[in-house]
């Protein structure tokens, strides 16, 4: 239903084609009242996931035990492929495997093909907001209806979501109450969040009637049973693939977890993680097709292979996807999920997404002050911070950081490791600060001066009172 | 690789209270009864004491009196059949089945295929009254995960009260595509 023309300019792309997020960022912040509430609406789930942590008397034995288990899955991850394929097959599901998004996207369309499908309801995933399949299938005659109600605000508005969990986080609800004025009828105005939804729930409950065929992401899937578990609060995976005669869900090869037993540990950990809920309403658990329908999984690659041989970054593996990284990181509060260009914004998209092109998302390990937040609540114990630091040494080596900034790290270095070269460089930036008027000085400070004022220097230095007062024993 | 989350002792009273606690923080109401006054309590719920909030302020069918009801409790009369089409619960006012278990930390029911008679039903019915005997409530997961075995049919779920959604600036909304209200009718057994 992408039917308003070409996508917004989202992410600001340099003269090389790479995506910049300080100037995404700079064009987000413009907007400071926008902003402020941005960066609130996010924090407010941070406390909504500490309050749901907070109650579980296990919590960090639970984050131990869910990033053993990923680990291990991950070590053996061929074995557990291969489990899951002769499990899910002898169930009587249809196991395909895609190498890239495009093969993805062929299989797709070559199960909707053999059917005649031409109505497509979609729930939640990411993974096929990565391979670029709605546009996919779009120009091949599909019509495509994402059926998430945040997907479905920013798919009739003809963006891509601008967070995994929350998809239309950025808008506020005056602008949705346009977009449905606009696309679905409801009354010039109208922004009361009840109404739209039930306007939602009306506008959409006809299309899961005369779909033809449900597309699911998934959460998790099972070595052991080949099975899989889709959760969702708004019910729309299970109301999707319980009426179409076609259920395709998609998902990474990185969702295994080995025994059913092992979903008792993500499952307690998803949605408080994600929105502070002890559980999401609908975990559904699907093990074979409803009689006289088809059940295909498609299990997708795209460069997790190549993610999973990188000794330093195998590890951004054992995401869940809960986005508690992106909720609790100071930066995209303030940056907004369109600043990263990327389809997993935040942390975890910036150890994640320069696996694909390093020269294209090199600035995505800077939107960082590595100040460890997103490692902290990770349920499944990735070590973001350390990965977004690794990420930014092969950004310099390969070349893709400005020759001016490697040239000023590389002079810096030198100065703090030289004390009284130091000593000499406070004391002239010193004595700079305190003559030079302001509007100066902070031209001077470079970008660091644009937004940020700069200190007031004091008549003496720490340093310089230090060996006045107390210097030596008495 | 043993996950280690051993079961803390608690009495069954302690477990059914945070049960209740953990329902009602997922917008599920609780009731409580007896196997043989089911029949006459779930006659008693009229449209609009099984859900007031959200979306049912706009839906003139949540309102009147439950006509459409497919019943899975023994005892329980329904009027509408398991369809062989399961389109033809489109129209679906009431689902009444009877959950497996119940997981006191989240308010949570394991609700497999053969007890919601069709699973569209699920999802389609715009009130779902689950019964579930006070017995059958263990205390986290890891518990349910022991206790029933998830692939032994084609389709199951863990239900936590209705459907919902807050992706409209983060204003909680009951009743996004699935049931508008859950009522959990706790049986004394």
Redesign the interface.
Same mark, same amino acid.
């Given at each position: 239903m992408r039917d308003r023309g070409e996508p917004r300019p989202l992410p600001v792309l340099d003269a090389t084609g790479a995506v910049d997020h300080a100037a995404g960022a700079e064009r987000f912040v413009a907007n400071e009242a926008r902003t402020t509430w941005h960066d609130a609406s996010l924090w407010f789930v941070r406390e909504k996931r500490d309050r749901a942590a907070s109650t579980v008397e296990d919590w960090e034995a639970l984050r131990d035990a869910a990033s053993a288990i990923k680990t291990h899955t991950l070590s053996r991850l061929d074995e557990y492929l291969a489990q899951f394929e002769q499990r899910a097959t002898a169930r009587g599901i249809t196991v395909h495997w895609a190498r890239d998004a495009a093969e993805h996207n062929e299989i797709v369309l070559g199960i909707l093909s053999a059917r005649g499908a031409r109505r497509l309801v979609k729930s939640k995933s990411m993974l096929t907001e990565e391979c670029g399949l709605n546009d996919y299938l779009i120009g091949r005659g599909i019509d495509v209806v994402d059926t998430d109600l945040g997907e479905r605000i920013v798919q009739l508005r003809n963006e891509p979501p601008s967070h995994i969990v929350m998809p239309a986080i950025h808008l506020k609800k005056e602008e949705i109450g346009e977009t449905f004025h606009e696309h679905l009828g409801t009354p010039a105005g109208d922004d009361d969040p009840d109404a739209l939804t039930a306007a939602a729930r009306v506008h959409l409950r006809a299309r899961f009637l005369a779909a033809d065929a449900a597309l699911t992401g998934v959460n998790f899937a099972i070595a052991e049973t080949g099975g899989i578990v889709v959760c969702t609060n708004e019910g729309n995976a299970d109301l999707g693939t319980a009426l179409a005669p076609v259920h395709i869900a998609s998902m990474g090869i990185e969702k295994l977890v080995p025994r059913a037993a092992d979903l008792g540990v993500f499952l307690r950990l998803l949605a408080r993680s994600a929105t502070g809920q002890a559980s999401t309403v609908y975990a559904s658990h699907m093990h074979a097709a409803r009689p006289g329908q088809a059940l295909h999984v498609v299990l997708v690659d795209n460069g997790r292979s190549a993610q999973l041989g990188r000794a330093d970054f195998w590890g951004s593996l054992k995401c869940i996807r809960c986005a508690a990284c992106i909720n609790t990181c100071p930066v995209y509060r303030r940056s907004g999920g369109y600043s990263y260009g990327s389809t997993v914004p935040g942390p975890i998209g910036s150890v994640l997404t320069p696996g694909f092109d390093l020269q294209k998302y090199a600035s995505l390990p800077f939107a960082s002050t590595l100040c460890g937040s997103c490692a902290a609540v990770c349920p499944v114990r990735v070590d973001l911070d350390v990965q977004l630091y690794k990420w930014r040494q092969l950004a310099v080596d390969a070349g893709y950081v400005s020759p001016v900034k490697g040239w000023l790290m590389r002079r810096l270095g030198a100065v703090l490791a030289d004390p009284a070269l130091l000593q000499l460089t406070v004391g002239i930036a010193g004595a700079i600060l305190r003559v030079v008027p302001r509007p100066l000085a902070r031209r001077l400070a470079g970008a660091w001066g644009r937004w940020r004022e700069l200190p007031e220097m004091p008549a003496q230095s720490f340093r310089a009172w230090y060996r006045a007062n107390r210097r030596g024993p008495d | 690789?043993p !996950?280690? =989350?051993a079961q803390r002792i608690v009495s069954r009273d302690d477990l059914v209270a945070r049960f209740i606690d $953990?329902a009602a @923080?997922?917008a599920a109401r609780v009731v409580h009864g007896t196997r043989a006054e089911l029949a006459t309590l779930v006659a008693g719920f009229s449209g609009d004491g099984l859900a007031s909030?959200?979306?049912a302020? =706009?839906?003139r069918e949540a309102q009147r009196v439950a006509s459409r009801c497919l019943s899975m409790v023994p005892g329980v009369p329904g009027t509408v059949a398991v369809p062989d089409d /399961?389109?033809a619960l489109?129209d679906l006012d009431l689902l009444v089945c009877e959950g497996v278990l119940g997981?006191a930390?989240?308010?949570?029911i394991w609700l497999p295929a053969s007890r919601l008679g069709?699973? $569209?039903a699920?999802? !389609?019915a715009r009130h779902v009254v689950v019964v579930l005997a006070r017995s059958s409530i263990v205390a986290? !997961?890891?518990a349910?995960?022991?206790a029933v075995?998830?692939?032994a049919?084609? =389709? @199951?779920?863990?239900?936590? &009260? /209705?459907?919902?959604?807050?992706?409209?600036?983060?204003?909680l909304?009951i @009743?996004?595509? &699935?049931?508008m209200g859950v009522t959990v009718v706790l049986l004394d057994e």
């Amino acid at each position: 239903m992408r039917d308003r023309g070409e996508p917004r300019p989202l992410p600001v792309l340099d003269a090389t084609g790479a995506v910049d997020h300080a100037a995404g960022a700079e064009r987000f912040v413009a907007n400071e009242a926008r902003t402020t509430w941005h960066d609130a609406s996010l924090w407010f789930v941070r406390e909504k996931r500490d309050r749901a942590a907070s109650t579980v008397e296990d919590w960090e034995a639970l984050r131990d035990a869910a990033s053993a288990i990923k680990t291990h899955t991950l070590s053996r991850l061929d074995e557990y492929l291969a489990q899951f394929e002769q499990r899910a097959t002898a169930r009587g599901i249809t196991v395909h495997w895609a190498r890239d998004a495009a093969e993805h996207n062929e299989i797709v369309l070559g199960i909707l093909s053999a059917r005649g499908a031409r109505r497509l309801v979609k729930s939640k995933s990411m993974l096929t907001e990565e391979c670029g399949l709605n546009d996919y299938l779009i120009g091949r005659g599909i019509d495509v209806v994402d059926t998430d109600l945040g997907e479905r605000i920013v798919q009739l508005r003809n963006e891509p979501p601008s967070h995994i969990v929350m998809p239309a986080i950025h808008l506020k609800k005056e602008e949705i109450g346009e977009t449905f004025h606009e696309h679905l009828g409801t009354p010039a105005g109208d922004d009361d969040p009840d109404a739209l939804t039930a306007a939602a729930r009306v506008h959409l409950r006809a299309r899961f009637l005369a779909a033809d065929a449900a597309l699911t992401g998934v959460n998790f899937a099972i070595a052991e049973t080949g099975g899989i578990v889709v959760c969702t609060n708004e019910g729309n995976a299970d109301l999707g693939t319980a009426l179409a005669p076609v259920h395709i869900a998609s998902m990474g090869i990185e969702k295994l977890v080995p025994r059913a037993a092992d979903l008792g540990v993500f499952l307690r950990l998803l949605a408080r993680s994600a929105t502070g809920q002890a559980s999401t309403v609908y975990a559904s658990h699907m093990h074979a097709a409803r009689p006289g329908q088809a059940l295909h999984v498609v299990l997708v690659d795209n460069g997790r292979s190549a993610q999973l041989g990188r000794a330093d970054f195998w590890g951004s593996l054992k995401c869940i996807r809960c986005a508690a990284c992106i909720n609790t990181c100071p930066v995209y509060r303030r940056s907004g999920g369109y600043s990263y260009g990327s389809t997993v914004p935040g942390p975890i998209g910036s150890v994640l997404t320069p696996g694909f092109d390093l020269q294209k998302y090199a600035s995505l390990p800077f939107a960082s002050t590595l100040c460890g937040s997103c490692a902290a609540v990770c349920p499944v114990r990735v070590d973001l911070d350390v990965q977004l630091y690794k990420w930014r040494q092969l950004a310099v080596d390969a070349g893709y950081v400005s020759p001016v900034k490697g040239w000023l790290m590389r002079r810096l270095g030198a100065v703090l490791a030289d004390p009284a070269l130091l000593q000499l460089t406070v004391g002239i930036a010193g004595a700079i600060l305190r003559v030079v008027p302001r509007p100066l000085a902070r031209r001077l400070a470079g970008a660091w001066g644009r937004w940020r004022e700069l200190p007031e220097m004091p008549a003496q230095s720490f340093r310089a009172w230090y060996r006045a007062n107390r210097r030596g024993p008495d | 690789m043993p !996950l280690g =989350f051993a079961q803390r002792i608690v009495s069954r009273d302690d477990l059914v209270a945070r049960f209740i606690d $953990s329902a009602a @923080g997922a917008a599920a109401r609780v009731v409580h009864g007896t196997r043989a006054e089911l029949a006459t309590l779930v006659a008693g719920f009229s449209g609009d004491g099984l859900a007031s909030d959200g979306v049912a302020r =706009f839906d003139r069918e949540a309102q009147r009196v439950a006509s459409r009801c497919l019943s899975m409790v023994p005892g329980v009369p329904g009027t509408v059949a398991v369809p062989d089409d /399961p389109h033809a619960l489109a129209d679906l006012d009431l689902l009444v089945c009877e959950g497996v278990l119940g997981v006191a930390e989240n308010g949570g029911i394991w609700l497999p295929a053969s007890r919601l008679g069709e699973r $569209s039903a699920l999802v !389609l019915a715009r009130h779902v009254v689950v019964v579930l005997a006070r017995s059958s409530i263990v205390a986290d !997961l890891h518990a349910a995960y022991a206790a029933v075995d998830v692939s032994a049919e084609s =389709f @199951g779920v863990f239900l936590a &009260g /209705p459907s919902k959604t807050a992706d409209i600036e983060q204003s909680l909304v009951i @009743g996004a595509h &699935g049931a508008m209200g859950v009522t959990v009718v706790l049986l004394d057994e």
